[in-house]
T-cell receptor, first 113, second 121 residues
């Protein structure tokens, strides 16, 4: 899997947008960008994923640069419940035993009241 | 949505005993499940890939005789920590992918359980 680089921590004010960056300069053509988050003492939760187009769902938006070497996860209106470690992972989008997720160190987002 | 259940959510045991952790996909079938371990303030570390009806595939450095994995059905995988010692105390998390999902539709998503916290005294 391609390696990703994320800042270790970020702060965000409640109600403001949280923009979490991720660098994946060695991403290959068949690899998607996935974002998961882990709230303290819980299992990770899927947020969103994309290949090259920007994506949006009920949780967040994903902006991928044209060269695909970096991306940004956007939480449009952060709440205290969004405080968590956010993981950016790149991997091929096919199933099977190679479908494993390798987690990096992620970004600890602290939403401040 | 897809739900993965782990049991027990926490367990305390004496050194030298064995502990079994169950991982169930509640509303979907999973031919493949994954087991992770997480130490305090660290990221998740993949331990092994559990394959229904066949032997598990272990990551480098993970002792297969220490961490026994059984995936006997399409909805259940178990992890047994044998002869547990204090250094095995950790947060164990499983995940699964819905086998019925078309991987090319963009739904190649893993669902995680809530985790099982093991404390070995």
């Amino acid at each position: 899997d391609a390696k990703t680089t994320q800042p270790p921590s970020m702060d965000c004010a409640e109600g403001r947008a949280a923009n979490l960056p991720c660098n994946h300069s060695t991403i290959s053509g068949n690899e998607y960008v996935y974002w998961y988050r882990q709230i303290h003492s819980q299992g990770p939760q899927y947020i969103i994923h994309g290949l090259k187009n920007n994506e949006t769902n009920e949780m967040a938006s994903l902006i991928i640069t044209e060269d695909r070497k970096s991306s940004t996860l956007i939480l449009p209106h952060a709440t205290l419940r969004d405080t968590a470690v956010y993981y950016c992972i790149v991997r091929p989008n096919y199933g099977g035993a190679t479908n494993k997720l390798i987690f990096g160190t992620g970004t600890l987002l602290a939403v401040q009241p | 949505g897809a739900v993965v259940s782990q049991h027990p959510s926490w367990v305390i045991c004496k050194s030298g005993t064995s502990v079994k952790i169950e991982c169930r996909s509640l509303d979907f079938q999973a031919t493949t499940m994954f087991w992770y371990r997480q130490f305090p303030k660290q990221s998740l570390m993949l331990m092994a890939t559990s394959n229904e009806g066949s032997k598990a595939t272990y990551e480098q450095g993970v002792e297969k005789d220490k961490f026994l994995i059984n995936h006997a059905s399409l909805t259940l995988s178990t992890l047994t920590v044998t002869s547990a010692h204090p250094e095995d105390s950790s947060f164990y998390i499983c995940s699964a992918r819905d086998s019925g999902t078309d991987s090319y539709s963009g739904a190649n998503v893993l669902t995680f359980g809530a985790g099982s916290r093991l404390t070995v005294l």
